[in-house]
């Protein structure tokens, strides 16, 4: 059983411009710092920025949702606006509001109800998939539910320790993508579970351990199950 979104880890060709973005914009805490790679924390969920020099890569162009308190939307709208071309959406009573970080992942912040202050948690990401079919499967042995949709068969939005969405390529509000070789670390109770719910679909093992299990789902994406 999936519990918690451990970590999503991002391309970065530059890693200073990245650490101003996410530390100086976004206010977030950089609280590990390697030669090729910066950690900052959201909420329970670390945020990765990684240069491509290893594998994983991280996610490219990747599309993901950081929590809001309500009442500091207005507050987080004026601040940004200022020196970037915000865009707006809304899903039922709650805003989001979308920009872009240095290598061209369209940052969302949204409404969640969280205690803050400030960005508290992940609670979306979007991967790109060849197949929406195969890829809906997959996640569904690992314990997500698909609650949407969308039209022409372009998307599924699925929910777990966070929502996924999967997209076939298109782009979505503010131009956004679906991010392509995706670093995704679970917490899990039993990590060799999930390998065994999706030992026939798994594109490759990587790893396997009673603590850890690294594999890559059938688009390629890294998924790793921790304890």
């Not at 890693?15 to 959201?42: G, H, I, M, Q």
């Not at 372009?154 to 298109?170: D, F, S």
Request: net charge negative.
């Amino acid at each position: 059983m999936l519990t918690g979104l451990s970590w999503l880890a991002l391309e970065a060709k530059y890693l200073e411009p990245a650490r101003s973005f996410y530390e100086e914009t976004l206010e977030l805490a950089c609280t590990a710092e390697r030669e090729d790679e910066l950690v900052f924390t959201a909420g329970e969920t670390d945020l990765v920025v990684r240069r491509p020099e290893a594998v994983p890569r991280g996610g490219l162009h990747t599309h993901y949702a950081f929590s809001i308190p309500d009442d500091e939307y207005d507050d987080w709208w004026d601040r940004l606006s200022a020196d970037y071309d915000l865009e707006e959406a809304r899903f039922g009573p709650a805003k989001s509001l979308y920009l872009y970080d240095p290598d061209g992942n369209c940052v969302e912040l949204g409404q969640q109800g969280v205690e803050g202050p400030g960005i508290d948690g992940i609670f979306e990401v979007v991967l790109e998939v060849e197949d929406l079919e195969r890829a809906e499967s997959f996640y569904a042995a690992l314990g997500f539910e698909t609650v949407d949709g969308g039209d022409e068969r372009k998307r599924i939005r699925m929910n777990g320790p966070m929502a996924l969405e999967l997209w076939e390529p298109h782009l979505g509000i503010a131009d956004a993508r679906g991010g392509v070789h995706v670093d995704l670390g679970f917490e899990s109770t039993e990590p060799t579970a999930e390998l065994e719910a999706v030992s026939d679909r798994v594109r490759r093992v990587d790893r396997v351990d009673d603590e850890e299990v690294v594999v890559r789902d059938p688009d390629g994406h890294f998924l790793t199950f921790t304890t």
